[in-house]
């Protein structure tokens, strides 16, 4: 994969942007694609540079595949050589339940980010890799933000009409703490939440299938994970921090979740390079300020299930480019930002509370037993829970 010519800081400070989406994964890629498309001058921003592994289980509900479809990206996940999922293997105490799944699709980050990114920069955005952005206050006119570009030792301004905060879990974009309105960081995580953990591991163990995605739940959390486009395996856990602790290590208490939960086991999982997250579950007190949205996981985050994280991203993204476009091509409108919020919590923030329950449920390891040997004669059960989940 290639991303062609990106643009240096300095080129980028040398004009007047109608969008800067600081933040190049699954949201703000999207974002930034659905605002070039519709013809205004977008610069995408990211810290990193492509492609690059994320913590991610890799999975697309069909929701996530739905929304990619109608934004004319329908193609891509049979382009990328995604791995079709159709079945959840959840297993608990030993017991295991195999559970039809409505059609969905294994793909690691690094192919979905990068490929997000090439169809940004096709639509006609420029992606400035390597960089990190620092929104400044609000100065003159008002008309616009600027942005402190920092890439290696070079620093660099930016300005745009409207900015796009994509920036991630715990992500803080402001310079400012005294400007309460436009706070970009999410919320403290809560006390009870869990850390996300990831690994890719170059091939499936004995007795693993393509097509499933596997999930052992435990008190102490759960590990999934599923075959993607290449052969790997994409391994994500959501962890309890004192049980990571405790175990000595991600790798140590994720070998003990899957051994009690009678999956085979990977040789050696404890010493593979596992790559953590921040807290998972979390809020940001607020989705925007003046001339600002604040979108994908920096707009706060639940636990997910099944490829929700996915769907919650490029829903966000889709219901906010005609916003962030008005505000740029029409002059900002503090109304932009209420009606954000409204779509956000219809088309979210409702579902995410639904993966908070579900999360909230894989937690009792008593209860989980039951349902996992319900689920083992009845399967149809959850068929009304996916129907609520991956419905529009």
Same mark, same amino acid.
């Given at each position: 994969m290639s991303l062609g010519p990106t643009l240096t800081p300095e080129a980028a400070g040398r004009r007047l942007w109608d969008a800067a989406v600081v933040g190049a994964g699954p949201a703000g890629a999207m974002a930034a694609r659905e605002l070039a498309r519709r013809g205004a001058a977008v610069l995408l921003i990211d810290k990193a540079r492509f492609p690059r592994y994320k913590v991610c289980g890799g999975c697309l509900n069909p929701r996530a595949v739905r929304v990619l479809q109608r934004a004319g990206l329908g193609d891509l996940v049979n382009r990328l050589g995604a791995v079709p999922l159709t079945k959840l293997r959840l297993a608990a105490r030993g017991a295991f339940a195999d559970i039809p799944l409505p059609p969905g699709a294994g793909l690691s980050r690094e192919a979905l980010d990068t490929t997000l990114v090439e169809e940004a920069v096709k639509a006609g955005a420029a992606f400035l890799p390597g960089t990190t952005a620092t929104l400044l206050p609000m100065t003159g006119t008002g008309d616009r933000r600027a942005l402190r570009l920092r890439h290696g030792r070079e620093v660099h301004g930016a300005e745009a009409r409207v900015v796009l905060a994509a920036n991630g879990?715990?992500?803080?974009?402001?310079?400012?703490?005294?400007?309460?309105?436009?706070?970009?960081?999410?919320?403290?995580?809560?006390?009870?939440? !869990?850390? @996300?953990?990831?690994? $890719?591991?170059?091939?499936?163990?004995?007795?693993?299938?393509?097509?499933?995605?596997?999930? /052992?739940?435990?008190?102490?959390?759960?590990?999934g994970q599923t075959v993607v486009e290449d052969g790997r395996v994409d391994m994500a856990a959501a962890l309890d921090p004192a049980a990571v602790k405790r175990a000595g290590g991600v790798g140590e208490l994720a070998e003990r979740i899957l051994e009690r939960a009678g999956f085979p086991s990977y040789p050696g999982l404890a010493s593979l390079p596992w790559k953590g997250t921040p807290h998972l579950? !979390?809020? /940001?007190?607020?989705?925007g300020g003046e001339r600002l949205f604040v979108l994908g996981d920096a707009a706060g985050y639940i636990e997910?299930?099944? @490829?929700? @994280?996915?769907?919650?991203?490029?829903?966000?993204?889709?219901?906010?480019?005609?916003?962030?476009?008005?505000?740029?091509? !029409?002059?900002?409108?503090?109304?932009?930002?209420?009606?954000?919020?409204g779509a956000y919590h219809r088309k979210v923030t409702r579902r995410q509370i639904i993966?908070?329950?579900?999360?909230?449920?894989?937690?009792?390891?008593?209860?989980?037993?039951? $349902?996992v040997r319900v689920l083992s004669v009845a399967p149809w059960l959850a068929r009304p829970l996916f129907r609520i989940m991956y419905r529009d």
């Open positions: 879990l715990a992500s803080k974009l402001e310079e400012h703490a005294d400007e309460p309105e436009e706070a970009t960081a999410a919320r403290p995580w809560e006390p009870d939440s !869990r850390v @996300g953990a990831g690994v $890719m591991i170059d091939r499936p163990a004995p007795g693993y299938e393509a097509r499933t995605i596997y999930m /052992a739940c435990a008190e102490e959390g759960y590990v579950t !979390r809020q /940001a007190p607020k989705l997910p299930f099944t @490829g929700e @994280g996915m769907a919650w991203a490029f829903a966000g993204a889709s219901l906010v480019a005609p916003l962030a476009l008005t505000a740029a091509t !029409r002059g900002w409108d503090p109304e932009l930002l209420v009606r954000w919020r993966c908070r329950i579900t999360a909230d449920l894989l937690r009792r390891p008593v209860g989980t037993g039951v $349902m």
